[in-house]
């Protein structure tokens, strides 16, 4: 079956610098990948979607890359501030099941 | 417009006891999915319902867990019997049509705790 990993580890970084977010999979190339937000005792919220035919998409101080070659995806906070503190989801379709990562918790130091 | 709702919160039951837990979908959804999420990972699909049908159940274990989705909007999802393994958040999120790609919006899940 499709597996999915994130950063195991806890990322802090200091307010203002770039966080970024990695996600590998392995086996099946997904169409599209999804990243969520999920803070303490809530469900995720969806961030952002990028499509196998899209090298990168941006919202606001967010980025997001998808490299097929690499089987990866990249997710980019600029900018980071405290209140994007929380634990980051990717999340892809392959074959008939959806897929979500393991997670990665971020924490933005004052 | 008001979000995915699910209640109880919180549940506390002993080891081979029943529990069953409620999921209202954004109104008009078509497509809605309960998760399991145990600590320290990511969302796992138990099944997916589009309208009352289901259009995926393979990772539910069939032996204690069904769900159903009668009437096509609110849900149930039961364990019966419960296992100390069974202790987890689970979610329901419902999305519009369920086509691929499209956002999923989630409840706040509830909380269970199998002693």
């Known amino acids: 079956s499709q597996k999915i990993e994130q950063n195991s580890e806890a990322l802090n970084i200091q307010e203002g610098k770039t966080a970024t977010l990695t996600c590998n999979y392995t086996?099946?190339?997904?169409?599209?990948l999804q990243w969520y937000r999920q803070d303490p005792g809530r469900g995720p919220v969806f961030l952002l979607l990028?499509?196998?035919?899209?090298k990168e998409k941006r919202k606001e101080r967010l980025k997001v890359t998808f490299d097929t070659t690499l089987k990866q995806s990249l997710f980019h906070i600029t900018a980071s501030q405290p209140a994007d503190s929380a634990t980051y989801l990717c999340?892809?379709?392959?074959?008939?099941?959806?897929?979500f990562g393991t997670g990665t918790s971020l924490t933005v130091i004052p | 417009e008001a979000g995915v709702a699910q209640s109880p919160r919180y549940k506390i039951i002993e080891k081979r006891q029943s529990v069953a837990f409620w999921c209202n979908p954004i109104?008009?959804?078509?497509?809605l999915y309960w998760y399991q999420q145990i600590l320290g990972q990511g969302p796992k699909l138990l099944i997916q319902?589009?309208?009352?049908?289901?259009?995926?159940d393979s990772q539910l274990p069939k032996d204690r867990f069904s769900a159903e989705r009668l009437k096509g909007v609110d849900s149930t999802l039961k364990i019966q019997p419960a296992k100390l393994e069974d202790s987890a958040v689970y979610l329901c999120?419902?999305?519009?049509?369920?086509?691929?790609?499209?956002?999923?919006?989630f409840g706040p899940g509830t909380r269970l705790l199998v002693l």
């Open positions: 999120a419902s999305s519009p049509t369920g086509s691929r790609g499209e956002t999923q919006y």
């Open positions: 086996n099946y190339s997904p169409a599209y």
């Open positions: 999340a892809q379709f392959t074959g008939n099941q959806f897929y």
């Open positions: 319902f589009q309208n009352n049908g289901v259009v995926d």
């Open positions: 109104s008009g959804h078509a497509t």
């Open positions: 990028i499509r196998e035919n899209e």
